[in-house]
């Protein structure tokens, strides 16, 4: 019992979706894109501040929800998407399986508190990597460049992680890319994106996400840091997810801006590149809060999250402004 998929090229990612999404693009249809434009085409860049009883602290996340950015990615390129959940281990190593023996990669959706190669144990149960073969003891794993690309785990881990419950958790969620015989306007598939992505960052259907989220996340840390008995916990946690484990902070801001980029030079689009600008400015600001969130859990000084809530306030206006450029300029003419 073991294959392996014979040259199988792993992408070179920060984030985890775009990694593990990139993977199977790359080897199932030849499309070899950046990750910032694959971020762009998944019309990846939001925010939500989430806070519910089951959970240790409220989370903060700078891009849409899970799943949505892949899903994105392969309508925008005229991909086919195959996904799906069991509450059943058995079935769900064996659609992998079956998947992996005919040479085609599946991306999983996982907590990595279970893989082995992770070492800060932490649960998060969205997180994404691909794989691309297995053997008697081992599931062998393309995970982002931060936890070495190419990465192993043994199989109980593996099954572990795909079926542990908790906040943002699947049933074992697993799936597939394809090419069509379609094809795209890359182009076209641009200005499409940008043109969503806008729509929905400005006209969020609740207001603690897109740019009103960043905004009601700049009281509600007043308040979190008042009212929680884990100061240095929370708050670190919260900084360290955000600015290394890939769920916020300056991170998808960087990938947003570098596909305004590649987007400029595609279209020559004025206010692409105006946009490119703010989020450039926005990357830094986000640094600085998770920074300020850190130091606040060290130290346990609300003047950290004062100036933390500040800047906030700060990034949700220059990004409202960014987005509304970019959707006035890209919609398409009555």
């Known amino acids: 019992m073991a294959h392996i998929i014979a040259d199988f090229k792993p992408f070179?990612?920060?984030?985890?979706?775009?990694?593990?999404?990139?993977?199977?693009?790359?080897?199932q249809s030849g499309l070899d894109f950046s990750e910032p434009m694959l971020f762009g085409l998944g019309q990846g860049?939001?925010?939500i501040f989430w806070n519910m009883k089951t959970m240790d602290c409220p989370f903060i996340g700078g891009r849409i929800k899970p799943e949505a950015i892949t899903q994105n990615i392969a309508a925008n390129l005229n991909l086919t998407l195959k996904a799906g959940?069991?509450?059943?281990?058995k079935k769900a190593w064996e659609t992998v399986k079956n998947n992996i023996d005919r040479n085609i990669a599946v991306g999983l959706k996982l907590d990595c508190y279970h893989l082995d190669y992770f070492s800060r144990k932490m649960h998060f149960a969205c997180h994404y990597v691909a794989m691309y073969g297995y053997d008697e003891n081992f599931a062998y794993l393309v995970d982002t460049t931060s936890q070495g690309t190419k990465?192993?785990?043994?199989?109980?881990?593996?099954?572990?992680?795909r079926n542990e419950k908790g906040p943002m958790s699947s049933k074992n969620l697993s799936y597939t890319i394809q090419a069509l015989n379609k094809g795209c306007n890359i182009k076209e598939a641009v200005m499409t994106a940008i043109r969503n992505n806008a729509a929905d960052y400005l006209?969020?259907?609740i207001k603690n996400i897109g740019y009103k989220g960043i905004l009601k996340a700049s009281d509600e840390i007043k308040k979190w840091f008042k009212n929680s008995k884990h100061i240095k916990r929370d708050f670190k946690t919260t900084a360290t997810l955000m600015e290394r484990g890939g769920t916020g902070g300056a991170l998808f801001r960087n990938l947003y801006r570098d596909f305004l980029k590649e987007a400029f030079n595609l279209t020559a689009i004025m206010e692409i590149d105006e946009a490119y600008k703010i989020f450039a400015?926005?990357?830094?600001?986000?640094?600085?809060?998770?920074?300020?969130?850190?130091?606040?859990?060290?130290?346990?000084?609300?003047?950290y999250i004062n100036q933390a809530s500040e800047i906030l306030a700060g990034i949700s206006e220059k990004e409202?402004?960014?987005?509304?450029?970019?959707?006035?300029?890209?919609?398409?003419?009555?």
């Open 281 to 303: 400015e926005t990357a830094v600001l986000w640094t600085d809060v998770s920074t300020l969130l850190d130091k606040a859990g060290d130290t346990q000084d609300v003047t």
């Open 203 to 205: 006209n969020p259907p």
């Open 12 to 27: 070179h990612g920060q984030h985890c979706e775009t990694t593990a999404t990139g993977s199977l693009i790359i080897n």
């Open 151 to 161: 990465a192993r785990t043994s199989l109980k881990s593996l099954e572990l992680a």
């Open 45 to 47: 860049l939001g925010f």
């Open 320 to 334: 409202k402004s960014a987005m509304e450029l970019l959707l006035n300029r890209c919609s398409p003419l009555p």
């Open 85 to 89: 959940e069991t509450a059943s281990t």
